[in-house]
C-alpha cells in the first residue's frame, strides 16, 4: 500500500482508492490514473469480550456480518449487505441500527491509515485524533484506511421486513411516518420507499411492476416487542398489498434486498439532509413517484435520529445531527443507454423536492458533477475544520477523487 501511494504520487497520477466497489458515481475507480484496489483486503478479526471487530478494508457488510453475528453482535453499516465497508462508514453510514447505535463512523474506535506521504499512522483517540475525527465522516480525504476497527453492538433476531401499499395509500403512508416514526423507540428503524414492485419471485405476480410505497421495518429487540410495534403500524395505516415483517436474523434483513441491485448496473442518484415534511413536500415526492419511468427507479427517506441526535454536531466530521432523515432518489438501469434518462429524472425530481429540505446531503448520495459548492454543504459546519485536518495530513490533495475537501490555504 505504502508502495502504491508513494508510486501514485511521484508519477503525479490521480489515485482512486476501491474497497467494497459500492460507490454510486464510480469514485472507486479513475481514467488515466492508479486505482489502489483493496477489496481483496476481506479480513474480519471478532473480539467478543471487549466488544470490537478488526476489520480488512476489502470488506462488504455482509463479510462483517457473517463474523459478528455468531457472538451476537454487530456493527450499524447499512441496508444492503454487499455495501463496502470502508466507503461506508468514511462518509458516516447509516442504516437499520442507526437510531440504537448511531452512525457506522460513531463506532469507528480506530483506524491504520497510509498518508499521502507514504507514512503509515493509527488514528485512535489517543493517537492522531485530529485524523480520526475527519475520517468519521470526511470520506476518503485523508489517506487510504488499510484498517478499521469498530465497536459491535448486540443484535441477533430482528422483527422486520417490507410492508407495501398501493401508490395510492402513498399520502397516507407518507404522513403517518412523518408524524410517527421520530417518536418510535430508538430499537425500531423504519425506513420509507417510493418505488415499483420488482417484477420477479417471490414477488407476487399479480403485483409486478406496480408503483408502490413500502415501509421497510425492523425492530431490534424481545420479538415479542417488536411484532407488537409493528402490529401497532398495521393497525394504523391502510390494508398493505405485501406484508412480510416477520421474525428473522439479523443477517437476513441485511441482505434480502441484494439480489434486486446486482454489480454492473448504471446508477444516478441525488440525496438530501431532511430536517422536515410538509405537507407540500409530500405532494411533491408522490407527484414524482407516479412518474417513474422503470422498475428500478425510487426514492428512500431513512432515519437519522435516536442515537445520532445525541452527539454534537461537531463530534465527527458528519455534521448534520439535526436532520431527522437523509433521503436519496435513485435511478437504475442494466442498459447504458438509459444513463441520460437516469440522469434528467433523478435531477428533475430532486429539483422539485430540495427547496423543502436542508442545504447538505449525505456524502455517500452525491454524485461527481454536484460542485465545490454541494461538497462544501454536505459537511456543513465541519468543513473549514476538515479542510484544516486535510492540509495537515494531505497538503497537495492528493486523494482528490472522491467528494473532495480542499487543503485550507
Known amino acids: 500500500m505504502i508502495a502504491a501511494v508513494n508510486f501514485g504520487r511521484d508519477k503525479k497520477l490521480p489515485i482512486a482508492i476501491r474497497g467494497g466497489g459500492h460507490n454510486g458515481p464510480g469514485l472507486g475507480s479513475v481514467d488515466d490514473g492508479l486505482v489502489i484496489d483493496l477489496s481483496t483486503m476481506k479480513g474480519v478479526r471478532v473480539d ?3 466488544r470490537t471487530a478488526r476489520v480488512g478494508p476489502g470488506c462488504t457488510s455482509g463479510d462483517v456480518d457473517h463474523a459478528t453475528q455468531a457472538f451476537g453482535q454487530a ?7 454487499t455495501t463496502g465497508v470502508a466507503g461506508l462508514t468514511l462518509s458516516g453510514g447509516h442504516g437499520y441500527l442507526t437510531r440504537q447505535y448511531g452512525l457506522a463512523a460513531d463506532n469507528l474506535l480506530e483506524a491504520d491509515v497510509v498518508l499521502a506521504d507514504g507514512s503509515f499512522v493509527t488514528a485512535s483517540e489517543t493517537e492522531n485524533p485530529d485524523l480520526l ?12 484506511v488499510t484498517s478499521f476497527l ?23 403512508v407518507m404522513k403517518w411516518f412523518r408524524d410517527n416514526q421520530p417518536k418510535a423507540p430508538e430499537e ?19 403485483h ?15 420479538l415479542a416487542e417488536g411484532e407488537k410495534a409493528v402490529n401497532a403500524v398495521r393497525a394504523a395505516l391502510p390494508k398493505p398489498i405485501i406484508d412480510w415483517a416477520q421474525p428473522m436474523p439479523y443477517t437476513v434483513i441485511q441482505m434480502l434486498f441484494d439480489p434486486l441491485l446486482p454489480k454492473g448496473m448504471q446508477w444516478y442518484w441525488k440525496g438530501d439532509f431532511v ?13 414524482h413517484a407516479g412518474k417513474l419511468p422503470t422498475v428500478l427507479f425510487g426514492t428512500h427517506i431513512y432515519p437519522v435520529d435516536g442515537a445520532v441526535h445525541r452527539q454534537k454536531k461537531d463530534a465527527t466530521a458528519w455534521g448534520y445531527r439535526d436532520a431527522a432523515w437523509s433521503m436519496v432518489i435513485f435511478g437504475v438501469d442494466p442498459d447504458p443507454a438509459k444513463a441520460p434518462v437516469l440522469k434528467q429524472w433523478a435531477q428533475d425530481y430532486w429539483a422539485a423536492v430540495h427547496p423543502f429540505n436542508l442545504a447538505g446531503a449525505y456524502a ?24 484544516i485536518v486535510k492540509k495537515k495530513y494531505d497538503p497537495a490533495n492528493l486523494f482528490r477523487v472522491n467528494q473532495n475537501i480542499r487543503p485550507a490555504p
Not at 456493527?75 to 449487505?81: A, D, I, K
Request: aromatic share 12%; hydrophobic share 45%; with cysteine.
Open 150 to 172: 469498530f465497536r459491535t453492538n448486540a443484535v441477533a433476531m430482528v422483527y422486520g421486513g417490507p410492508i407495501v401499499f398501493e401508490l395510492s395509500d402513498a399520502l397516507a
Open 188 to 206: 425500531f428503524y423504519m425506513f420509507l420507499g417510493l418505488q415499483s414492485v420488482p417484477p420477479a419471485d417471490p414477488f407476487p405476480r399479480e
Open 48 to 50: 467478543p469480550k471487549n
Open 133 to 144: 475525527w475527519g475520517l468519521r465522516g470526511g470520506g476518503g480525504n485523508f489517506g487510504v
Open 275 to 287: 430536517k422536515d415534511l410538509p405537507d407540500a413536500a409530500v405532494d411533491a415526492y408522490i407527484a
Open 364 to 387: 455517500n448520495f452525491m454524485m461527481d458533477d454536484e460542485g465545490e459548492a454541494r461538497v462544501r454543504a454536505a459537511y456543513g459546519g465541519n468543513y473549514d475544520r476538515l479542510a
Open 75 to 81: 456493527v450499524p453499516f447499512g441496508v444492503l449487505s
Open 208 to 222: 409486478w411492476s406496480k408503483k408502490m410505497c413500502a415501509l421497510v421495518v425492523s425492530h431490534n429487540g424481545p
